[in-house]
């Protein structure tokens, strides 16, 4: 009779010690939308222009950067520049990620910081939209 008693002990012990923890119920952030006028261009506006301006084979200037973009083939590249809800996979993102996937990171000779370089990811991850 006891080694029933202890083998239920057991059996009930072993069966609470493996249930899994799922720890606390964390509230869903919202993350808001990248706007590409506000949050994007003003980035190329300040970092990219300088080298890639309207008359230059990739025209990042407000008005023209957005269609010089998104699901373009990049020169020189067999990938697109910016793949829709794909920023691993776009050559914009990986040019600034520091990854050096695509040859040397940009901006030539500096970096953006990592607020800006996360704002571009997260507008290829939404979407890409032009907003």
């Known amino acids: 009779m006891k080694k029933i008693f202890y083998s239920l ?17 964390l509230p869903e952030v919202e993350i808001n939308e990248v706007s590409f006028s506000n949050d994007i ?8 222009i300088s080298c890639h ?4 084979n ?3 200037t407000a008005g023209n950067s957005y269609n010089q973009l998104v699901n373009i083939n990049a020169s020189g590249y067999t990938a697109i520049r910016v793949i829709p809800n794909e920023p691993e996979n ?3 993102y990986k040019k600034i990620d520091g990854s050096g996937t695509y040859g040397s990171n940009m901006p030539l000779g500096g ?3 990592a607020n800006e370089v996360e704002l571009i ?4 991850e939404q ?3 032009n907003n």
Do not use: M
């Open 41 to 48: 261009q003003p980035i190329f506006d300040n970092n990219c």
């Open 127 to 129: 979407g890409a939209k």
């Open 58 to 60: 990739l025209d990042l």
């Open 111 to 113: 970096s953006l910081n």
């Open 9 to 25: 002990i057991f059996v009930v012990f072993l069966t609470n010690s493996c249930t899994k923890d799922e720890g606390p119920v």
């Open 121 to 124: 990811r997260l507008w290829i």
């Open 90 to 92: 776009s050559v914009l």
């Open 53 to 56: 301006p309207s008359s230059g």
